[in-house]
């Protein structure tokens, strides 16, 4: 559970092992045993840490709900961030934003 919300979270991130683990302060070896749920009782200081750099609570890590909420966003967490990444001009948000006024419109026509 802890580890499942972790990895997702640090995936949504788009950070790597290593750059969770360095940016947390723990050893790669620690964390991944923690995401694949080989170390059942992680200490609080290092979840703590973890937390931080996730930009999360603690209790959402620890939440057996979250690992749900988080695949259900995942799609679109993924969808926004390669937007980010390739929109990079104001011509080209236009193109985004007329195809989904165009989607709108169809399904508001479907609905008729």
Sequence with gaps: MIGKNIIQLRKQKGLTLSELAEKAGVSKSYLSNIERNLKHNPSIHVMEKISFVLGVELKFLLDESS??????????????????????????????????????????QKEL
Excluded: A, G, P
Aim: charged share 40%; net charge negative; proline share 0%.
């Design 67 to 108: 690992s749900d909420r988080l695949s259900e966003n995942y799609k679109f967490n993924q969808f926004w961030n390669e937007l980010k990444e390739n929109v990079t001009t104001e011509d080209e948000l236009r193109e985004y934003q007329l195809v989904l006024e165009f989607m709108k419109w169809r399904r508001k």
